[in-house]
């Protein structure tokens, strides 16, 4: 079983830069890798980057660049650290893990935190 819990969401204008953080807690074996989503209202949930447990990192295009993800294991906290944040990326954050070497399939979501972004 794994619990994790999402912060760091919050308000700011065009250009500014948020950290969202996700306290993973539980079963290592279900943290092969560990993901940060995202929802816009109307939209469909879209991936934005992935963290293996080799620390390899991926990124959807619209992040790379501008959005960096990371682990801090000692901690057991996953970063998305956002910068340069446009209207567009206003939406609801999820993280979420699994034991998929592929990195295509999540077992585990958090609670999500709310960006957004006014122009």
């Known amino acids: 079983q794994v619990h994790l819990a999402e912060s760091g969401g919050g308000s700011v204008q065009t250009g500014g830069s948020l950290t969202l953080s996700c306290v993973v807690t539980?079963?290592?074996?279900?943290?092969?890798?560990v993901a940060w989503y995202r929802q816009a209202a109307g939209k469909e949930r879209e991936w934005v980057a992935t963290?293996?447990?080799?620390?390899?990192?991926a990124y959807r295009n619209f992040a790379k660049g501008r959005f960096t993800i990371s682990h801090d294991r000692t901690k057991n906290i996953v970063y998305l650290e956002m910068n340069v944040l446009k209207p567009e990326d206003t939406a609801m954050y999820y993280c979420?893990?699994?034991?998929?070497?592929?990195?295509?399939?999540?077992?585990?979501w958090g609670q999500g935190t709310q960006v957004t972004v006014s122009s």
């Open positions: 979420a893990s699994g034991a998929d070497l592929l990195c295509s399939d999540f077992d585990y």
């Open positions: 539980g079963s290592s074996a279900s943290t092969v890798c």
């Open positions: 963290i293996r447990n080799d620390d390899s990192p």
